[in-house]
């Protein structure tokens, strides 16, 4: 299996196999575990390295692939690393992390997002937001044990293409609750309401979201923090809610980012999940974090030190005053980075609204667009290529038109229809490859 390559399967059934690097003829019999040769490889990542690959070759792409924010870290964090390790912080370090960076976590928890209960025994610190989500899913859930029906992920959809690969291989079985972009892509209540069961363990809520550019209003958390508390004290009492707020900062739509953990009849149930790459535009850093309050809590962080402690050690050790310079120093930052999404969410929004076609809900939070284009499907490009999917198009688009997009299907739900622009790029870039998009989408037969 190449990381980049083809793969059918996954916890959302058959799929059609990515536009792959050519593998070579095959020289022996040896095959990898199941477990990783069923996996779905990761699209924003195999989109994200094809167009990278086109670009080392020459060919002008314009990529809106990777989730990645185009700005540099900001100095003084990365001047508080330079430091740390001219200091001689280079040594192994705990494994959940420095006691003074858990501590400074638990308190940016508790001053910015209104999570009461935390001290640093309730955090864990880790590789990634992506490496806090494995860990903790492997943490909460088990594959059945025979004659016994599985745990239930409840996994509002579209979502973040790795949440369900990773709860699968943790033996979860995923739920999908399906959202429309009449409703911003937001479950309801109602639905989470009908979707609870004795045997659901995990309900992950990701706002502002990735894919889908929307975010909950603190009205509409507190509405699912009640369907939760309630389904908790009667026919649910195993069921965690994991939430993963990697993209708070980025918001620009008028609404306040809300933890749902900071709601107390259900705080005890939360786990707030972050990490630095997005809001400080670390991601090359790895750094990600998962939090959670009360006695459970501190003995889940200490299960995630366990399994942390057989995979990863500590993180590398001369990042922690980088972070907590982060946490605590960087408010300008920030908001500059912050106000620099607002604008580009306005260009894209603007320029998708003038495709004919296109449904897209306004971007309020996060960096990327997911327009439903399947009023395009049944078309053909102006190479003979036939649109019947999101996959089909955004491979025409890359080859065709170079641009890279990532087709929706693995985002799972309505998102089949969809793809996800990361405008996560300079305005001239946007306006480039919106043109490119427009001439492409004009020129189909
Ligand atoms: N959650 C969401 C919703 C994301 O989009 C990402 C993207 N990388 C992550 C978590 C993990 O990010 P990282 O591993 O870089 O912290
Ligand atoms: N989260 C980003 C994205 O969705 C980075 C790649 C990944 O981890 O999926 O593009």
Same mark, same amino acid.
């Given at each position: 299996?190449?990381?980049?390559?083809?793969?059918?399967?996954?916890?959302?059934?058959p799929?059609?196999?990515?536009?792959?690097?050519?593998?070579?003829?095959?020289?022996?019999?040896?095959?990898?575990?199941?477990?990783?040769?069923?996996?779905?490889?990761?699209?924003?990542?195999?989109?994200?390295?094809?167009a990278?690959?086109?670009?080392?070759?020459?060919?002008?792409?314009?990529?809106f692939?990777?989730?990645?924010?185009?700005?540099?870290t900001?100095?003084?964090?990365?001047?508080?690393?330079?430091?740390?390790?001219?200091?001689?912080?280079?040594?192994?370090?705990?494994?959940?992390?420095?006691?003074?960076?858990?501590?400074?976590?638990?308190?940016?928890?508790?001053?910015?997002?209104?999570?009461?209960?935390l001290?640093?025994?309730?955090?864990?610190?880790?590789?990634?937001?992506?490496?806090?989500?494995?860990?903790c899913?492997?943490?909460?859930?088990?594959?059945?044990?025979?004659?016994?029906?599985?745990?239930?992920?409840?996994?509002?959809?579209?979502?973040?293409v790795?949440?369900?690969?990773?709860?699968?291989?943790?033996?979860?079985?995923?739920?999908?609750?399906?959202?429309?972009?009449?409703?911003?892509?937001?479950?309801?209540?109602?639905?989470?309401? #009908? =979707? %609870?069961?004795?045997?659901?363990?995990? *309900? /992950?809520?990701? &706002?502002p979201?990735?894919?889908?550019?929307?975010? @909950?209003?603190?009205?509409?958390?507190?509405?699912?923090?009640?369907?939760?508390? #309630? =389904? %908790?004290?009667?026919?649910?009492?195993? *069921? /965690?809610?994991? &939430?993963?707020?990697?993209?708070?900062?980025?918001? @620009?739509?008028?609404?306040?980012?809300?933890s749902?953990?900071?709601?107390?009849?259900? =705080?005890?149930?939360?786990?707030?999940?972050?990490?630095?790459?997005?809001?400080?535009?670390?991601?090359?850093?790895?750094?990600?974090?998962?939090?959670?309050?009360?006695?459970?809590?501190?003995?889940?962080?200490? =299960?995630?030190?366990?399994?942390?402690?057989?995979?990863?050690?500590?993180?590398?050790?001369?990042?922690?005053?980088a972070?907590?310079?982060?946490?605590?120093?960087?408010?300008?930052?920030?908001?500059?980075?912050?106000?620099?999404?607002?604008?580009?969410?306005?260009?894209i929004?603007s320029?998708?609204t003038?495709?004919?076609?296109l449904?897209?809900?306004?971007?309020?939070?996060?960096?990327?667009?997911?327009?439903?284009v399947?009023?395009?499907?049944?078309?053909?490009?102006?190479?003979?290529r036939?649109?019947?999917?999101?996959?089909?198009?955004?491979?025409?688009?890359?080859?065709?038109?170079?641009?890279?997009?990532?087709?929706?299907?693995?985002?799972?739900g309505?998102?089949?229809?969809?793809?996800?622009?990361?405008?996560?790029?300079?305005?001239?870039q946007?306006n480039?490859?919106?043109?490119?998009?427009?001439?492409?989408?004009?020129?189909?037969?």
């Amino acid at each position: 299996m190449d990381p980049d390559g083809s793969c059918i399967g996954g916890p959302f059934g058959p799929r059609t196999p990515y536009p792959m690097v050519p593998m070579p003829p095959t020289t022996h019999n040896l095959s990898v575990a199941h477990r990783v040769a069923s996996m779905h490889p990761s699209v924003t990542v195999a989109f994200g390295n094809r167009a990278k690959a086109m670009k080392r070759a020459g060919i002008d792409v314009l990529s809106f692939s990777l989730g990645e924010p185009d700005f540099d870290t900001p100095q003084p964090i990365k001047q508080a690393a330079i430091d740390a390790m001219l200091a001689g912080q280079t040594k192994y370090m705990p494994t959940l992390g420095d006691p003074e960076t858990r501590a400074a976590i638990a308190e940016k928890l508790t001053r910015e997002n209104g999570i009461a209960g935390l001290t640093g025994d309730h955090v864990a610190i880790s590789a990634g937001g992506k490496h806090s989500l494995y860990v903790c899913c492997h943490c909460l859930l088990d594959p059945p044990a025979e004659g016994e029906a599985p745990w239930e992920v409840l996994l509002p959809v579209p979502a973040w293409v790795s949440y369900a690969p990773i709860a699968h291989m943790a033996g979860g079985e995923v739920v999908e609750l399906p959202t429309s972009p009449a409703d911003d892509f937001k479950i309801s209540p109602q639905q989470l309401r #009908e =979707a %609870v069961t004795p045997r659901s363990r995990l *309900l /992950i809520l990701n &706002s502002p979201s990735n894919p889908c550019g929307t975010m @909950y209003s603190p009205d509409e958390l507190r509405a699912l923090a009640a369907v939760i508390e #309630e =389904a %908790v004290a009667t026919t649910c009492p195993d *069921l /965690i809610v994991l &939430s993963d707020e990697i993209y708070e900062k980025i918001i @620009y739509g008028g609404m306040d980012h809300f933890s749902i953990g900071s709601i107390p009849a259900i =705080a005890d149930r939360v786990l707030t999940l972050n990490g630095m790459s997005k809001a400080y535009s670390m991601t090359g850093w790895r750094v990600g974090y998962a939090a959670m309050p009360g006695d459970f809590g501190k003995e889940f962080i200490q =299960a995630v030190g366990t399994l942390q402690g057989q995979m990863t050690t500590n993180i590398c050790s001369f990042v922690y005053p980088a972070i907590r310079t982060a946490l605590t120093k960087c408010d300008a930052d920030i908001e500059r980075m912050r106000q620099a999404f607002a604008h580009r969410a306005e260009v894209i929004y603007s320029r998708l609204t003038k495709i004919d076609g296109l449904v897209c809900p306004k971007p309020t939070g996060a960096f990327y667009a997911f327009p439903d284009v399947s009023c395009y499907f049944g078309r053909t490009t102006a190479a003979g290529r036939p649109i019947n999917s999101a996959l089909d198009m955004c491979e025409a688009l890359l080859e065709e038109a170079h641009i890279a997009l990532v087709p929706g299907e693995d985002f799972g739900g309505c998102g089949k229809r969809c793809v996800r622009i990361s405008f996560a790029c300079g305005e001239d870039q946007i306006n480039a490859g919106m043109n490119r998009f427009e001439d492409f989408l004009a020129k189909l037969r």
